[in-house]
Nanobody
């Protein structure tokens, strides 16, 4: 199983980058895919989750409004659209896949997003 994030980089405050998580080696419909982030010196925090069983989505309360998760089942890809970024959004953003039936847990290597003021 492999999860590969892309789309990070240096962004100006107010920018709207789009991250992608490409999943391989798994049956996409059998997994919930989530986005997390970890800022320097802070714990990893959840952003959003897409549930494969019904296509439902969940957002952490502090993330609602500026972040949108979406799926492209044909491409086994989950995207995270981020809007109106602030310097405090600077973090490494990770993709996570958890098996619905197995509970198996997989992480991508992360992609750095740096927001300049």
């Amino acid at each position: 199983v492999q999860l590969v994030e892309s789309g990070g980089g240096l962004v100006q405050a107010g920018g709207s980058p789009r991250l992608s998580c490409a999943a391989s080696g798994l049956i996409f419909d059998d997994y919930a895919i989530a986005w997390f982030r970890q800022a320097p010196g802070k714990e990893r925090e959840g952003i959003s989750c897409w549930r494969s069983s019904d296509g439902d989505t969940y957002y952490a309360p502090s993330m609602k409004g500026r972040f949108t998760i979406s799926s492209d089942n044909a491409k086994n890809t989950i995207a995270l659209q981020m809007n109106s970024l602030k310097p405090e959004d600077t973090a490494v953003y990770y993709c996570n896949g958890r098996g619905r039936y197995t509970g198996a847990d997989y992480w991508g290597q992360g992609t750095q997003v740096t927001v300049s003021s």
